[in-house]
């Protein structure tokens, strides 16, 4: 979800809020390769050599990426408001961004709110199955050939709760009052895995093989929030 306000004006007197609630007990899942499979079944970039040999050139599985992501509850909040002057709303009723089931919410002229609850019984999984290399058949002649299987990344990444909440005043006068709240919570399972091959061939002659610089990842997380604000104000109330 992707939540905001914007207010962009001369002298600002008024009230935002946003208020962002979500519950997830769906099974969630990305699933990428067979573990434990043949190449063939697996993802990520093989390439196979045929035919009598290969000489003086330059073979490579260099630079590719594999990525499993699976999610239960994300969101992006934002209140941004600009002006020459943003006042305290005396006369208007204040702001409130709340849920009261998880939190007792934010209140204040400028209020955000996040509040994210995965309650599934079923994983929310990730598994990523690859492999990256090169190989050839049986009895084959390298010779005076580089080889490379190298900076490949392959990851797997599982999260039931993700926000990013920003809040932002900007004038050369702030009186108005800001308030932001994110709460979250997760009592289903995450489940992360990733498994990954890198090979080239051992039997050459005169040539080069270079497997380096590979990456491999997985990554579970129930709760994960950035929450933000930013003030910028030549003057503000002692």
Request: aromatic residues 2%; negative net charge.
């Amino acid at each position: 979800a992707a939540n905001g306000v914007s207010v962009d004006a001369l002298g600002i007197a008024t009230t935002t809020a946003v208020q962002n609630l979500q519950f997830s007990s769906a099974k969630v899942a990305s699933v990428i390769g067979q573990e434990g499979a043949p190449l063939a079944l697996q993802g990520g970039v093989q390439v196979q050599l045929g035919g009598k040999g290969v000489t003086d050139s330059q073979l490579s599985v260099d630079g590719n990426t594999l990525h499993g992501s699976a999610t239960g509850n994300a969101a992006a909040n934002s209140i941004a408001v600009k002006g020459n002057d943003i006042a305290a709303a005396s006369l208007l009723p204040v702001a409130g961004a709340a849920n009261t089931t998880i939190l007792s919410g934010a209140i204040a002229d400028h209020s955000l709110s996040n509040a994210q609850l995965a309650i599934g019984t079923a994983p929310i999984s990730s598994k990523a199955a690859g492999a990256f290399g090169i190989s050839t058949a049986a009895g084959m002649l390298v010779a005076d050939t580089t080889l490379s299987v190298s900076n490949n990344d392959q990851s797997a990444k599982a999260v039931a709760n993700t926000a990013a909440n920003d809040l932002s005043l900007q004038a050369a006068n702030v009186s108005g009052r800001s308030a932001l709240q994110s709460g979250q919570a997760s009592i289903a399972p995450v489940e992360a895995r990733s498994f990954a091959q890198a090979y080239a061939p051992g039997s050459v002659s005169d040539s080069s093989v270079r497997i380096a610089g590979n990456a491999n990842t997985a990554l579970a997380v129930s709760n994960d929030a950035t929450s933000r604000i930013a003030i910028a104000a030549d003057t503000t109330p002692a």
